[in-house]
């Protein structure tokens, strides 16, 4: 494609008598940072450049500096999503598994600042509980690195690094003032936080490419930085943090979502360098499949996650039920299946109950054999959706309980739109370490 800017210095270049393609196509190198072959402007002059050029069009073209700036941070930010994900594939061919790459990964944490240790304590409730339960606050579709403007949006919503952060911390405040209410009744001490996936923006889009606040590693590392901070902070409130994590769609390196190598996802790294920050906060474990889905218990009851974007359609409930039913299905091999042949993150086959984001939207739905819960964004809505689908959705997560018992209690939306002017927020690396080093 050959973008304004180019046109642009191709159309000076004739202009100023300069005919020669392999000459011009260097100009255009030098000028924009973009490689255009002879051939390719030649094609283009013919077409339709000729008629652009004229002698009224002398002097200085305005605007011309500014696309050309434009059209060059575009490109050098394309070019090092491009390097990194061609190392991340030849890391992968080279050792068959991703286990290279997450040591690259810890090893490059030792590099960047730490992040603090919590105490944890000893949870009681006010009354004494029969049966502890446990709290299960899934984190989905945080788009880090997507920008939503305020003026594109006619004030409805706006998303951006900063924002991320307040947001993010605020969920984490929402949720220990929730816990601390329940605990007037009953014990608490566990909390489950699924990753649903979406965790970046990604650049499976042009549009998103050309728009994001900076480049996928970036925004892996940055979500990485910020998260980590919000679970060590969780882990001060809860005895034990378990963290299961699935890739989304906005993740991957490939244009079309691939069947196999599921792992080779921003996401997928994401988890990885969130749990090295983590790795000194001795009561947060992490499970992270290669799988795009996993099931882990609550309370002893069994929850499956996945991304969501599986399900066809608009995400109706008659869709996701089917999906799950699916998933049911696919899942009985299991019932007679000798245990050591069984996947180490699905030994138990069976579960009550499904988590899901990609939708970014809360929703619940009643199948009869469990519950459904689309989980929302942090995000919120954004320009495609407010002007092209007509849809405008608060930036929302959900906290949900689980009683050993009597499974799946109770469930309250965190509102998180309210926090975008908040003080609060957490460290962002790339104001430190890793943008200097």
């Known amino acids: 494609m050959i973008t304004e800017a180019a046109k642009f210095v191709i159309t000076d270049q004739i202009r100023n008598g300069n005919t020669n393609w392999t000459q011009i196509s260097r100009e255009v190198e030098n000028s924009t940072g973009i490689k255009l ?64 790459v997450i040591k690259a990964i810890k090893d490059a944490t030792e590099g960047l600042p730490p992040v603090k240790v919590q105490k944890t304590k000893k949870v009681t409730a006010k009354k004494k509980a029969t049966h502890p339960q446990t709290m299960v606050c899934p984190l989905s579709d945080t788009h880090v690195g997507d920008r939503v403007l305020l003026e594109e949006m006619n004030g409805l919503n706006q998303y951006n690094i900063d924002i991320f952060g307040r947001r993010l911390y605020g969920w984490t405040s929402q949720i220990i003032d929730l816990v601390e209410l329940r605990r007037n009744y009953a014990e608490i001490p566990h909390l489950v936080v699924p990753m649903l996936g979406d965790m970046i923006s990604g650049d499976i889009h042009d549009e998103l490419a050309r728009t994001n606040i900076d480049n996928c590693m970036n925004q892996m590392i940055i979500g990485a930085y910020m998260i980590s901070q919000a679970l060590i902070r969780l882990s001060g409130e809860f005895e034990d943090v ?153 930036p929302k997560q959900i906290a949900t309980y689980w009683h050993p018992t009597y499974g799946y209690i109770g469930k309250e939306i965190i509102y998180l739109g309210k926090y975008d002017n908040a003080e609060e927020t957490f460290d962002n690396v790339t104001e430190g370490v890793w943008a200097n080093g």
């Not at 993150?345 to 519950?371: C, I, K, N, P, Y």
């Open 242 to 394: 378990y963290v299961p994590a699935v890739v989304g769609n906005h993740g991957r390196m490939t244009k079309r979502v691939p069947g196999k190598d599921r792992n080779m996802d921003w996401d997928y790294m994401l988890y990885q360098w969130v749990a090295s920050f983590c790795k000194n906060q001795s009561n947060i474990k992490f499970h992270i499949p290669k799988s795009p889905f996993t099931i882990f218990p609550a309370a002893g009851h069994n929850i499956l996650i996945m991304h969501g974007d599986s399900v066809p359609g608009g995400g109706s409930s008659a869709s996701m039920m089917g999906v799950v039913h699916k998933m049911r299905t696919v899942l009985q091999f299991k019932e007679t299946a000798a245990v050591e042949q069984l996947p180490a993150d699905l030994v138990e086959s069976r579960f009550e109950a499904t988590m899901m984001g990609h939708f970014h939207r809360v929703d619940e739905f009643d199948v009869g054999t469990g519950q459904i819960f689309v989980v929302g964004t942090m995000k919120g809505g954004d320009e495609y959706a407010t002007n092209r689908i007509h849809l405008l959705t608060e």
């Open 37 to 100: 072959h002879r051939s390719t402007i030649q094609r283009w002059y013919d077409r339709e450049g000729q008629w652009g050029v004229d002698d009224t069009q002398s002097g200085e073209i305005d605007g011309l500096d500014e696309r050309v700036k434009l059209d060059k941070k575009i490109a050098t930010l394309e070019g090092e999503t491009k390097l990194y994900k061609s190392l991340y594939k030849k890391a992968i061919a080279k050792s068959a598994s991703t286990d290279l």
